[in-house]
């Protein structure tokens, strides 16, 4: 099974790339993902203000998030140029769950890691 990123149940989307964060207060990770297109948006241009999931699939099943934040960049009037999605974890087991999904990702998708 390939991996997938979908806010529409059967649409994958394609990640521009992932920022990983830790809250200075707490052991929260904070992972965003960036988009530089969605296809969620073109379908359904009402939609980008009802995003209440997002699924990361890959074999080891389904990871269902709930974003934090999603925002949204233009270029001009009404041209999207990215989206970032926001999502919190607060535990370490599905930190090393979603961990193992970007990992994946990145393999499937031909993405490197870059520490900055």
């Known amino acids: 099974m390939s991996t997938s990123i979908q ?3 059967g649409l994958d989307e394609e990640l521009g790339g992932v920022s990983l964060r830790k809250r200075r207060d707490s052991n ?3 992972v965003v993902l960036v988009f530089n297109q969605l296809k969620a948006i073109e379908k359904l241009r009402a939609y980008r203000k009802q995003i209440s999931h997002l699924w990361l699939r890959d074999e080891e099943g389904e990871i269902r998030v709930s974003p934090t934040g999603v925002k949204f960049f233009y270029v001009g009037d ?3 140029s990215k989206a970032e ?3 919190e974890v607060h535990s370490e ?3 090393g769950r979603v961990m193992r999904f970007l990992h994946r ?3 499937d998708h031909g993405f490197e890691y870059n520490a900055n």
Do not use: G, P
């Open 7 to 9: 806010f529409i149940d």
């Open 28 to 30: 929260t990770k904070i």
């Open 78 to 80: 009404d041209e999207l």
């Open 85 to 87: 999605c926001t999502f």
């Open 93 to 95: 087991d599905i930190f």
């Open 105 to 107: 990702y990145a393999d």
